[in-house]
């Protein structure tokens, strides 16, 4: 059979455009996290484009989307709703980011180098900043550059992808505790950064394990404190 060569392929762009629907899911899905849009609020593909100044269509797009992440519930003839946040979902999440990032930290241990150190270290005392200012949208953000910068640095930025588009539920739980949790997060992070400072990979693999697993306190008490915030067995009937 004789071999043919393949006509040359055209270059792709560098990077796919940003539709009209991301752009409207990224500003939803933000506000659903940082609970601008608290759970119970009814939501409109009306008024979300007559406020973004878009057509009906891409907002149509953006609410199925979150609909299939857990986020709001379409339902016919009813009002579309942000959801309660979920225990099941949030220990989901968790499960997920624990098991790559417990790995990443391994190879963090090995091959972080000082000056990925000082970025670490930087962030902290960035977090400190954004603490002291009661800047709950800062300090959250640059809660995700520590994680992201780790993996990045580590050659694992692939990694920080997959926890990103799984750890939605559970940043609701940890965006709603900062009020109280944020100074055990500096600390958290802290102890991280020491054990990959000392190259000692199940120390770093520990910390991040327990940074990670006091979501559960976390959600202990913020059923007590802020019940609304949770489903319900009548949500789930």
Not at 49 to 66: C, E, K, N, W, Y
Not at 111 to 121: F, I, Q, S, V
């Amino acid at each position: 059979m004789p071999v043919t060569t393949p006509r040359a392929l055209p270059a792709l762009p560098e990077m796919r455009p940003r539709t009209v629907t991301d752009q409207i899911f990224d500003l939803l899905y933000q506000r659903v996290i940082d609970l601008s849009l608290p759970p119970g609020t009814r939501l409109s593909e009306a008024e979300v484009a007559a406020q973004t100044g878009v057509s009906r269509q891409p907002v149509r797009d953006a609410f199925f989307r979150l609909s299939q992440l857990g986020f709001i519930l379409i339902r016919p003839q009813r009002a579309t709703t942000v959801t309660p946040i979920s225990e099941q979902a949030v220990t989901q999440a968790y499960f997920i980011r624990a098991a790559l990032e417990e790995s990443v930290m391994r190879e963090a241990a090995r091959t972080l180098t000082p000056e990925d150190h000082d970025r670490l270290a930087d962030l902290i005392v960035a977090q400190h900043a954004a603490l002291d200012a009661a800047d709950h949208g800062q300090f959250h953000a640059l809660d995700d550059s520590f994680h992201r910068e780790i993996c990045t640095a580590a050659g694992l930025e692939f990694v920080w992808t997959l926890v990103k588009e799984n750890k939605g539920h559970m940043d609701r739980a940890r965006f709603l505790s900062l009020s109280f949790g944020a100074p055990r997060v500096i600390e958290e992070h802290r102890q991280i950064l020491d054990a990959l400072r000392r190259r000692d990979a199940e120390a770093a693999a520990a910390a991040l394990r327990l940074h990670l697993s006091q979501i559960q306190s976390i959600i202990d008490r913020l059923k007590k404190d802020r019940p609304e915030m949770f489903e319900t067995a009548a949500d789930l009937s």
